[in-house]
């Protein structure tokens, strides 16, 4: 499995943006889908963008389609997810997950995650 480390989180006011990272151990990262997921004090951890192991394909959560952007380095082993016009009901701690398969919107098919990063976003 791959070990990832998130970063990047904060307290930020409303329409403020974050860029949050998640490095990746191991050489294989490259084959890895990866995916963003968010989760809320007493609510259950919630899809918010993916990407395929080229960065060729994505795809995002309703909710934050058109503000969020995920991306990848397969040569730094890292994958981002630039967050703009950030709204209160964006604050959660954020996830990254890696995936040895095809895109997936699920956190069960997930089988590895990092540590997660606080991301706060006053009114």
């Known amino acids: 499995q791959v070990q990832l480390v998130e970063s990047g989180g904060g307290l930020v006011q409303a329409g403020g943006s974050l860029r949050l990272s998640c490095a990746a151990s191991?050489?294989?990262?490259?084959?890895?889908?990866m995916g963003w997921f968010r989760q809320a004090p007493g609510k259950e951890r919630e899809f918010v963008a993916v990407?395929?192991?080229?960065?060729?394909?994505?795809y995002y959560a309703d909710s934050v389609k058109g503000r969020f952007t995920i991306s990848r380095d397969n040569a730094k082993n890292t994958v981002y997810l630039q967050m703009n016009s950030l709204k209160p009901d964006d604050t959660a701690v954020y996830y990254c997950?890696?995936?040895?398969?095809?895109?997936?919107?699920?956190?069960?098919?997930?089988?590895?995650w990092g540590q997660g990063t606080q991301v706060t976003v006053s009114a």
């Open positions: 191991g050489r294989t990262f490259s084959s890895y889908t």
């Open positions: 990407i395929t192991w080229s960065g060729g394909g994505t």
């Open positions: 997950g890696a995936r040895g398969g095809s895109i997936s919107t699920t956190p069960a098919d997930f089988g590895s």
